[in-house]
Each structure stands twice: as structure tokens, then as C-alpha cells.
């Protein structure tokens, strides 16, 4: 069973020139909410992808921790005319369960990148999340008068999740949350500045994750702003209720409502941890 933990992720560039392709794995189990979750970082060297598109029933997140990737979202085994999105440090892509992916490197530098992966034993809905990117070099900053400021990048079902929830979020110096618990399993990678949760200091770009029901806090122990994504891995109800298919304006509609709705959530768990 895994347990909350923090994972310091340690490299050289020359351990990136060094190797073609390598994962290292951070860990591996069952989870109160999943079968298995499994976190990995690999490196890979300039001018390599680690195998051509393929799929598979767990759901990924691939987070980019240094260099520069190309992502292949395509139809089928092979990368021809796949959509094509490069991602920078930071940056990082959803794939759904059975989606055609692969990464490639450019041949300009070595990338490294961290990898959430998972699957449940669940009936998925109708409609779910699809490949879902997100570029951190256009996010905003973002003030707040407490020094916590969170902001929504995307939510919504997906074949093992009843939601899958991410946000951005920036620390000032000194500020943070109590300890308190979750009735999901968390997992934050932390992308600029120092922080201390867990009784450890965690720099870029280690991850940490919060199995659900146990208690974490956070704080910014540094002198700069500390900026750090979350992910929420929401389990799902035993009985789902089928979604009915709607039309594309439809569903665009109710997207918009789900991440206002989202967003106000967010709001008030911030207000009631810092009240």
C-alpha cells in the first residue's frame, strides 16, 4: 500500500548524455482509491523516443522536469499524422486510458521527465477527459493577500477516476497551510522555489504525494516564491451513473460550468485552511 512520502528526484547532466532511455522507478502499489499508481522519472537522450505510439489501459501524467520534448497524441501505432505538441520544463500532458502516445526528444538536448501512472477496476463513464496538455511557460502569476494563491487548470471524469482535478499553485515566502487530510490521493511536483511538508524540504523537481486520509501542510521555506503543481485523484462512486452523450456546444457549456464550479471549490478549501 502506498503511503504519503516525499520523492527527491536527483540527476547530472551527465547521467542525461549518458543515457539512450531509463526509467527510474520512485514507487509502485495499491492505494485506498486505485489498484495501482505507480511514479516513475526517466531520462532521455537527445534525438530518442522510448518506443513509437502506443496504448494501454492505465492513464499517465507526463511532466517535463528539464529539456525540451516533442508529445505524439495519434490515432494508432504509427506517428503519422499525429498531433504534435512540444513541452518545455514545467509543461505537462494527460493521456486517457487506450490513447495512442509517445515522447520525442529533440536532437538539440538530453530531456528528463516525471511520469504518474494509474488504473482501477471501474466502469468508465461516456464521457471523459481527453488528451489534455498544459504549457507552463504561459502561466500567469498570480497575487493573493494570504500568499496562497491557487488556480484551476483543468477537471473533469475519466475511465478510472470520478475526477481528475489539476491546479497550479504559488506560495510566498513564509506563508502556508495546517496539517489536515484528504478523502483522495494527492500528488504535488514542485517546480520552482523550497518548501518544507512532511518534516522534509522539498526542491525542484521532487514529488510528494498525500495518500488519502492522512494528514500533510505545507510551507514556503524560502526566500522566493515557490510554485507547484497538484494533482487530485478523485475516486469513483460505486454506483456511476452513465453521462448521456450531448452535443459539442453542449458539452463545451457544461466544461465551462465544471471549472467555475471547480475553481469556487478550490476558493473555499483554501478559506477554510487558512481561517
Not at 77 to 103: C, K
Not at 233 to 246: A, K, L, S, Y
Not at 256 to 268: E, F, K, Q, S, T
Request: hydrophobic share 35%.
Amino acid at each position: 500500500m502506498i503511503t504519503t512520502e516525499v520523492k527527491a528526484i536527483r540527476f547530472a547532466d551527465a547521467d542525461l548524455a549518458e543515457e539512450k532511455w531509463r526509467p527510474y522507478p520512485l514507487f509502485s502499489g495499491q492505494t485506498r482509491t486505485h489498484d495501482d499508481m505507480a511514479c516513475h522519472y526517466s531520462l532521455l537522450s537527445s534525438g530518442h523516443s522510448p518506443h513509437p505510439p502506443h496504448a494501454h489501459l492505465e492513464e499517465e501524467i507526463l511532466i517535463i522536469l528539464k529539456g525540451e520534448a516533442d508529445i505524439l497524441i495519434a490515432d494508432g501505432p504509427q506517428p503519422d499524422g499525429a498531433r504534435v505538441e512540444r513541452l518545455r520544463p514545467g509543461s505537462f500532458v494527460y493521456y486517457p486510458a487506450y490513447q495512442h502516445h509517445t515522447i520525442r526528444n529533440s536532437p538539440e538536448a538530453p530531456v528528463a521527465y516525471l511520469m504518474f501512472k494509474w488504473r482501477t477496476a471501474s466502469k468508465p463513464p461516456q464521457n471523459v477527459l481527453g488528451p489534455t496538455f498544459y504549457h507552463f511557460d504561459e502561466a500567469r502569476p498570480s497575487e493573493n493577500a494570504k500568499g496562497f494563491a491557487p488556480r484551476l487548470l483543468f477537471e473533469g471524469p475519466t475511465a478510472h477516476l470520478g475526477k481528475l482535478h489539476a491546479h497550479i499553485t504559488e506560495l510566498q515566502p513564509g506563508a502556508g497551510y495546517p496539517p489536515h487530510a484528504d478523502a483522495y490521493d494527492v500528488a504535488i511536483v514542485v517546480l520552482s522555489g523550497q518548501v518544507e511538508t512532511l518534516g522534509q524540504k522539498v526542491e525542484p523537481f521532487s514529488a510528494v504525494y498525500y495518500a488519502a486520509g492522512e494528514m500533510h501542510g505545507m510551507r514556503n521555506v524560502g526566500h522566493a516564491v515557490a510554485r507547484y503543481l497538484v494533482f487530485e485523484f478523485h475516486g469513483r462512486p460505486v454506483e456511476q451513473v452513465p453521462m448521456e452523450d450531448t452535443a459539442p456546444q453542449a458539452d463545451a457549456v457544461a466544461g465551462g460550468g465544471r471549472l467555475r464550479r471547480g475553481m469556487r471549490a478550490v476558493r473555499r478549501r483554501v478559506s477554510e485552511l487558512l481561517s
